[in-house]
């Protein structure tokens, strides 16, 4: 059985992430995620992924830490996540701190998507260069690991290195919150193993896959699944998939091989448009949860 969420960016123009948030523990969602940019460069050199025209909300989106706060206060039980946090972007004994607190403060509801990102000149403005983006996020998050971990952590790293230091509040849950990889290259799957805990991809459905290629998730949750037990890994990996529009058989072929985190799409609008579009997938979700 399959745990199911909502991922909208959270802009400034759209529904509250406070009224949001209230939604869809009302209608009985286990999580909600937001996507981040700090901005955008006006330059927009960098092509985006998802086609030609960049939509607005990437550069009015709410920080995802302060709008998930402000989510997790008006709930009870539903978790709150990103979706994803862009680790190239984010100084780690800041994000540490920023990540341990708001687990500490929502008793353990914190879920870390992540991800290195694609603009090039938007990353450059943060002091990383495109090519070293997936060794900077890999120190990163090792380095937020050994903070949320140790009492008196030091790291000493290529692009992360400091002497012992006392950071606190520790997370929550033990370890730490768990640490989705949203990525798919050839290379994901040992980063998972290394230092993840589960895989984050985005849902493509026809029209995406006939664009960029189809991907292939039930080979991409073996690869991983080999590369958790080459490593040496405890337990399980996590598998949480966003971007999955109302459809029954997209849900019911992704919970068939093996996704136990559904998370489905909504636009950045108010709420007049928002709500009934989660009332519709809150029925959607109701086929699947008998």
Same mark, same amino acid.
């Given at each position: 059985?399959?745990?199911?969420?909502?991922?909208?960016?959270?802009?400034?123009? /759209?529904?509250?992430?406070?009224?949001?948030?209230?939604?869809?523990e009302? %209608?009985g969602?286990?999580?909600?995620?937001?996507? +981040?940019?700090? %901005?955008?460069?006006?330059?927009?050199?960098?092509?985006?992924?998802?086609?030609?025209?960049?939509?607005?909300?990437?550069?009015?989106?709410h920080d #995802?830490f302060?709008?998930l706060?402000a989510?997790?206060?008006?709930?009870?039980d539903l978790k709150v996540?990103?979706g994803?946090?862009?680790i190239?972007?984010r100084?780690?004994i800041?994000m540490?701190?920023q990540?341990?607190?708001l687990?500490?403060?929502? +008793?353990? &509801?914190?879920?870390l998507?992540?991800g290195a990102?694609?603009?090039?000149e938007?990353?450059g403005n %943060?002091?990383?260069a495109?090519?070293?983006?997936w060794?900077?996020?890999?120190? &990163?998050?090792?380095?937020?690991k050994t903070?949320?971990n140790?009492e008196e952590?030091e790291?000493?790293?290529q692009?992360?290195?400091?002497?012992p230091?006392w950071?606190y509040?520790k997370p929550?849950?033990?370890?730490?919150?768990p640490?989705?990889?949203?990525a798919s290259?050839?290379?994901?799957y040992?980063?998972i193993?290394e230092?993840?805990?589960?895989?984050f #991809?985005?849902?493509?459905?026809q029209a &995406?896959?006939?664009?960029?290629g189809a991907l292939d998730y039930a080979e991409?949750m073996?690869r991983?699944? +080999?590369?958790w037990?080459?490593?040496?890994?405890?337990g399980?990996?996590?598998?949480?998939?966003?971007?999955?529009g109302p459809n029954?058989?997209?849900t019911e072929?992704?919970?068939e091989?093996g996704f136990?985190r559904?998370i489905?799409?909504?636009p950045? /609008?108010?709420? +007049?448009?928002?709500?009934p579009?989660?009332?519709?997938y809150?029925?959607?979700k109701e086929?699947f949860s008998?």
């Amino acid at each position: 059985m399959a745990d199911f969420g909502l991922l909208m960016f959270p802009a400034d123009y /759209a529904i509250s992430p406070q009224n949001l948030a209230q939604a869809a523990e009302a %209608h009985g969602f286990e999580s909600l995620f937001f996507p +981040e940019h700090t %901005h955008i460069p006006v330059s927009r050199k960098s092509p985006w992924p998802g086609g030609s025209d960049l939509p607005k909300e990437y550069w009015h989106c709410h920080d #995802p830490f302060v709008a998930l706060t402000a989510a997790a206060t008006v709930t009870k039980d539903l978790k709150v996540g990103t979706g994803i946090a862009l680790i190239t972007e984010r100084d780690p004994i800041v994000m540490a701190k920023q990540a341990a607190t708001l687990d500490f403060l929502s +008793e353990g &509801r914190l879920i870390l998507g992540i991800g290195a990102g694609w603009n090039a000149e938007e990353m450059g403005n %943060h002091g990383t260069a495109f090519d070293n983006r997936w060794k900077v996020l890999r120190e &990163r998050i090792m380095a937020m690991k050994t903070i949320w971990n140790q009492e008196e952590p030091e790291f000493h790293g290529q692009f992360v290195d400091f002497d012992p230091i006392w950071s606190y509040p520790k997370p929550a849950q033990s370890g730490g919150p768990p640490i989705l990889m949203g990525a798919s290259s050839k290379y994901t799957y040992k980063r998972i193993a290394e230092y993840c805990d589960g895989w984050f #991809p985005i849902y493509q459905d026809q029209a &995406r896959a006939s664009a960029s290629g189809a991907l292939d998730y039930a080979e991409g949750m073996k690869r991983i699944h +080999e590369a958790w037990a080459e490593a040496g890994r405890e337990g399980k990996p996590q598998f949480s998939i966003f971007g999955v529009g109302p459809n029954p058989e997209a849900t019911e072929y992704l919970m068939e091989i093996g996704f136990d985190r559904i998370i489905y799409a909504l636009p950045p /609008a108010d709420a +007049e448009t928002v709500l009934p579009l989660i009332q519709n997938y809150a029925r959607l979700k109701e086929q699947f949860s008998r």
